[in-house]
T-cell receptor
Framework: DVKVTQSSRYLVKRTGEKVFLECVQDMDHENMFWYRQDPGLGLRLIYFSYDVKMKEKGDIPEGYSVSREKKERFSLILESASTNQTSMYLC?????????????FGPGTRLTVL | DAKTTQPPSMDCAEGRAANLPCNHSTISGNEYVYWYRQIHSQGPQYIIHGLKNNETNEMASLIITEDRKSSTLILPHATLRDTAVYYCIVRPSNNAGNMLTFGGGTRLMVKP
């Protein structure tokens, strides 16, 4: 089975802190994604990566950056956390290719910024 | 990607079929219909997808109308573990990056 793991299920940080959210997948997938999920807004794409060292902005990239130094790992970085970044963060991965492939999601990290 | 409209919530009795509707009246010819669900405290899970023919797998059936403007996800014998938010998404199959746009979904409550 595909496994996508995220470094923490729950995280509490203070305003202004630098925050790293880590995601690891074990199926050699080319594509990896970071979403945030907020009540009433569904899932919104922050960034995605289709290869090592490659990244593309999603719908809401402001205030975030990403890093993909190895194929299996995709990190989301909040350079200076703010209270409006309190949310559930979901990582996903999928295999590459010209057609759509099912995305496999991790369990999520619930981040609270005080 | 085309926009979808789903009812915000539905109830279903355990053991009965759950029929979840989705409207996608602006769907274009190269867009597929995908369904995911999200059980509480878990990440979303892929269920099924289709273009114009009805599809069935071990989890569910997908019925797409002939004009493709709406579809229905059917869970034939709902169990308590099927309680979740169900998302209907339309997108081209060849969209670079495999991005998904999730809306609000339908919260299905399966009751004993």
């Amino acid at each position: 089975d595909v496994k996508v793991t995220q470094s923490s299920r729950y995280l509490v940080k203070r305003t202004g802190e630098k925050v790293f959210l880590e995601c690891v997948q074990d199926m050699d997938h080319e594509n990896m994604f970071w979403y945030r999920q907020d009540p009433g807004l569904g899932l919104r794409l922050i960034y995605f990566s289709y290869d090592v060292k490659m990244k593309e902005k999603g719908d809401i990239p402001e205030g975030y950056s990403v890093s993909r130094e190895k194929k299996e790992r995709f990190s989301l970085i909040l350079e200076s956390a703010s209270t409006n970044q309190t949310s559930m963060y979901l990582c996903a991965s999928s295999s590459g290719g010209p057609t759509y492939n099912e995305q496999f999601f991790g369990p999520g990290t619930r981040l609270t910024v005080l | 990607d085309a926009k979808t409209t789903q009812p915000p919530s539905m109830d279903c009795a355990e053991g009965r079929a759950a029929n979840l509707p989705c409207n996608h009246s602006t769907i274009s010819g190269n867009e597929y219909v995908y369904w995911y669900r999200q059980i509480h405290s878990q990440g979303p899970q892929y269920i099924i997808h289709g273009l114009k023919n009805n599809e069935t797998n071990e989890m569910a059936s997908l019925i797409i109308t002939e004009d493709r403007k709406s579809s229905t996800l059917i869970l034939p014998h709902a169990t308590l573990r099927d309680t979740a938010v169900y998302y209907c998404i339309v997108r081209p199959s060849n969209n670079a990056g495999n991005m998904l746009t999730f809306g609000g979904g339908t919260r299905l409550m399966v009751k004993p």
